[in-house]
C-alpha cells in the first residue's frame, strides 16, 4: 500500500520511483493502439493500410500496436499477420498479438465461448497458438470470462454455485487452453490478460484476480468508464483512476502493464480525455486506445454535449486541439478520435514526470468480494483519494472497509488488530449490516435496523450544544433516504447526524475501542445520492476519514483529489460548470504552483476552517481556486 501519515512536503519536480520509459512517442507513458481482426483483414490492401497509417499518425503518436489474430468466430491467417507485422516494424512501431475470445453473441449482449463445447476448446487452442507462432507478447481483450448456460455446463456444475464452478472452470482454461498452448507454440511469449472495468462482479462470471491473475505473465486494466448514466454499467468517473490502482495492488511491482481506453458511450469529448488522463494520473506505464478502425475513421470528430462549457477556459481546449496535429505538419483533413486522444496525452506527458507515486486511503476489498458495489468511486467522486487494495493494509492509519469486506472471514479480527494497535477503521452501513451477527458486537453495540428515514436537515459536531447546522441557509434540500442505525447514547458518538420530524439518524457515528476510533459511515439507499448532501456535511467527512492525510479539499460533489507522495496533487472537476475549491494542506506554506502553468496561488489569511475532526490535527494552511467545467489543475505547495 502506499499511503503516508505525514505529509513531508517538497519542491521537488521529479517523481520519486515513477515509472522508466524509454524513449518513445511520450516521456512518460508508452502509447498502443489496437487493432481489431476486421481491421487486420482491411489492412491487407496496400492503398487502404498506407493511408489509414498516415492518417493515424499524424493526429496520435505511438510506440506500439496490438494485431488481434481472433475475434467472434474469426480468424486472421499467417500471411496476412506476418505482412502487418512486417509494415508496423518498418515504420519503427512494435507489435504485439491480441485475441478476444467471445462469441457472436445475442443481438447486443455478450456471449463467450462454451468451456464445456469441444468445438469452442479447439477454437480458444487455435486462436491462442494462432497468436503465440507470431507475437513474444500477446494480450486477452476482456472476453475471458464465462456466462454460457448450455445443457452442458448445466451438467458439469454438478451442484456447485455458478460463481464457483466458472472460476474453477476457468482457472483450468487459462492453464491448459490457453498458457500451455502458447508457451509450446513460442517458449519465448509472454500472455497478459485483460481485466475489464466491472471488477465487483467478476467472481460470478469467473474472472479470478486472486488464482488465475496470477498465473499470467501480466495483467491489463479496463479503465473505460464512459458515461456515467447513459451506459448499462454506470460507472462513475473516478473509477478510471480508481480500477488500474487496485489492479496495482493485485499485481504490483511492475505486474499491471497499462490502462485500456475505448471511444464509445461519451455524450461530449470532455469524457473521452478525463478516462486518458486519469488512467495516467494512477500511473499507468502503458495507454492502449481501442481501437484501430474508430481512430482511423474519415469521419470528424463532433465535440457533442458541451455547450454549457464551450466558452470556458477547460482542461480540453477544444480550438487548440482542432488547430494542432501530432506529427508538427500543417493540420489537413478534420480531426477525428485519434486527434483527441493524441491531444490530451501531450497534456497528460508534460504533467506526469512531475508527480510521485499514489497514495490514498486505504480500502480493503478482499478478492472474489462483492458488496455496495463501485461504492469507492462514489466516495473518490466526492473527493476522497482511495487506494484499494485485496490484501488487508495493517501499516495504514485508517482503514476504509465497506460490504465486500464481509467476504474475508476474519474481518473481525482484522478490526480489532487494527483498533488495539492504536490505528483507526471506518467501516461502511452495509458492512455493519453484514458483521453485526458475525461478531462486531464485541466490539460495539450497534444495530442496523432495516428501516429508512429520509432525511432532509443535517447537524455536525457532538457535545453539549455543540451541534451545527450543515444545510446551506435557505435550503434544506431534497430528502434522501437512510438506513437507521441504532446505537447507545454515550458509547457511540454521531459526529454527523441527519434530523427528520425530531427523529435523528447517525451519518457518522464513532466509538473508542482500545487505543483506536471506529467509524460507522451511513451511505444513502442511492449511493449517488452522496453527491447531493451539503457541501458543508461532505466536507466533515471528509475532515474525519483524512484526518492525517497530506491534502484534503472542500469543494462541491463530483470533485476529486489526486494525492502523491511527493507532495504534488491533482484536482479534477466532473461538473458541467466551475467550481469553488478550497484546498487544505498540512503545515504552514505561502503558494501553491501549478506544475503546467507555473502560476502561484497565494495562501489564504487566517487560520484554516476546519470542521470539529481537525481539532487535535496539525495546522493546515488553506488557498482556493476555481476550476472550470470538466477541468483539472495540478500543484505543489512552496
Not at 496476412?80 to 453473441?105: M, N, P, T, W, Y
Not at 457532538?462 to 438506513?483: K, M, Q, V, W
Amino acid at each position: 500500500m502506499r499511503t503516508v501519515p505525514t505529509f513531508a512536503i517538497c519542491v521537488l519536480l521529479s517523481a520519486a520511483g515513477s515509472p522508466a520509459i524509454a524513449d518513445g512517442a511520450y516521456q512518460n507513458f508508452k502509447a498502443a493502439i489496437y487493432v481489431g481482426v476486421n481491421s487486420v483483414r482491411q489492412l491487407q490492401d496496400p492503398k487502404l493500410r498506407e493511408q489509414q497509417y498516415q492518417r493515424i499518425a499524424q493526429q496520435v503518436r505511438f510506440d506500439k500496436v496490438y494485431l488481434e489474430s481472433y475475434r467472434g468466430g474469426q480468424f486472421a491467417d499467417d500471411a496476412s499477420l506476418e505482412q502487418l507485422k512486417k509494415f508496423f516494424a518498418d515504420k519503427g512501431v512494435a507489435v504485439a498479438g491480441g485475441i478476444a475470445l467471445d462469441a457472436r453473441g445475442h443481438g447486443r449482449q455478450f456471449a463467450t465461448l462454451d468451456y464445456e463445447n469441444p468445438d469452442d476448446r479447439a477454437a480458444c487452442r487455435r486462436a491462442v497458438e494462432l497468436a503465440a507462432r507470431h507475437f513474444d507478447e500477446v494480450i486477452l481483450d476482456d472476453f475471458f470470462f464465462y456466462n454460457s448456460k448450455s445443457d452442458a455446463d448445466i451438467a458439469a456444475r454438478a451442484g456447485r454455485s455458478w460463481t464457483q464452478y466458472r472460476l474453477e472452470k476457468m482457472r483450468e482454461v487459462a492453464q491448459d487452453l490457453v498458457l500451455k498452448p502458447a508457451r509450446a507454440a513460442n517458449p519465448r511469449v509472454r500472455v497478459t490478460i485483460k481485466y475489464p472495468n466491472w471488477y465487483e462482479h467478476f467472481q460470478g462470471l469467473g474472472y479470478d484476480l486472486d488464482v488465475e491473475a496470477k498465473k499470467f505473465d501480466f495483467i491489463y486494466t479496463g479503465t473505460e468508464t464512459r458515461d456515467p448514466e447513459i451506459t448499462d454499467q454506470l460507472l462513475q468517473q473516478y473509477e478510471s483512476y480508481l480500477v488500474f490502482r487496485y489492479f496495482d495492488n493485485v499485481r504490483p511491482h511492475g505486474g499491471n502493464r497499462g490502462g485500456w481506453v475505448d471511444t464509445y458511450d461519451t455524450r461530449y469529448v470532455d469524457r473521452y480525455a478525463e478516462q486518458l488522463w486519469d488512467t495516467l494520473f494512477a500511473r499507468a506505464p502503458e495507454i492502449t486506445l481501442f481501437d484501430w478502425s474508430d481512430l482511423a475513421s474519415p469521419a470528424t470528430l463532433a465535440p457533442g454535449e458541451r455547450q454549457a462549457w464551450s466558452g470556458q477556459h477547460t482542461s480540453f481546449d477544444w480550438d487548440a486541439m482542432l488547430h494542432s496535429t501530432a506529427d508538427g505538419s500543417a493540420p489537413g483533413e478534420a480531426p477525428g478520435w485519434a486527434r483527441a486522444a493524441g491531444w490530451s496525452l501531450e497534456q497528460a506527458d508534460r504533467l506526469l514526470g512531475r508527480l510521485g507515486q499514489p497514495i490514498g486511503i486505504a480500502s480493503y476489498k478482499p478478492y472474489q468480494s462483492s458488496g455496495e458495489d463501485y461504492l469507492q468511486a462514489y466516495l473518490g467522486n466526492i473527493g476522497i483519494p482511495i487506494e484499494l487494495t485485496p490484501e488487508f493494509p495493517t501499516q495504514a492509519n485508517l482503514v476504509l472497509l465497506t460490504e465486500s469486506a464481509r467476504q474475508d472471514p476474519n474481518i473481525i479480527a482484522r478490526i480489532k488488530h487494527q483498533l488495539v494497535s492504536g490505528k483507526n477503521v471506518a467501516i461502511t452501513s452495509g458492512l455493519l449490516r453484514a458483521l453485526q451477527d458475525r461478531g462486531l458486537r464485541d466490539i460495539v453495540e450497534l444495530e442496523y435496523t432495516g428501516r429508512k428515514i429520509a432525511v432532509r436537515k443535517f447537524v455536525e459536531g457532538y457535545g453539549a450544544g455543540a451541534g451545527t447546522s450543515g444545510n446551506e441557509p435557505g435550503n434544506t434540500g431534497r430528502a434522501i433516504l437512510f438506513p437507521e442505525i441504532r446505537f447507545y447514547t454515550n458509547d457511540s458518538w454521531p459526529l454527523i447526524r441527519g434530523v427528520t420530524n425530531a427523529h435523528g439518524v447517525p451519518i457518522l457515528l464513532m466509538n473508542r475501542y482500545s487505543r483506536g476510533v471506529l467509524y460507522v459511515l451511513n451511505i444513502p439507499d442511492n449511493p449517488g445520492d452522496l453527491y447531493q448532501l451539503p457541501q458543508s456535511v461532505t466536507n466533515a467527512i471528509r475532515g474525519y476519514l483524512q484526518a492525517g492525510f497530506p491534502v484534503r479539499m472542500n469543494a462541491p460533489a463530483q470533485v476529486s483529489l489526486f494525492a502523491y507522495d511527493n507532495g504534488s496533487f491533482i484536482v479534477q472537476s466532473f461538473r458541467p460548470e466551475s467550481a469553488a475549491v478550497d484546498i487544505f494542506v498540512t503545515g504552514t506554506h505561502a503558494q501553491l504552483r501549478d506544475l503546467l502553468s507555473d502560476e502561484r496561488v497565494s495562501a489564504e489569511p487566517g487560520p484554516a476552517a476546519t470542521p470539529q475532526a481537525d481539532r487535535d490535527e496539525a495546522a493546515r494552511t488553506s488557498f482556493h481556486i476555481v476550476l472550470p467545467a470538466h477541468s483539472y489543475r495540478a500543484y505543489i505547495v512552496q
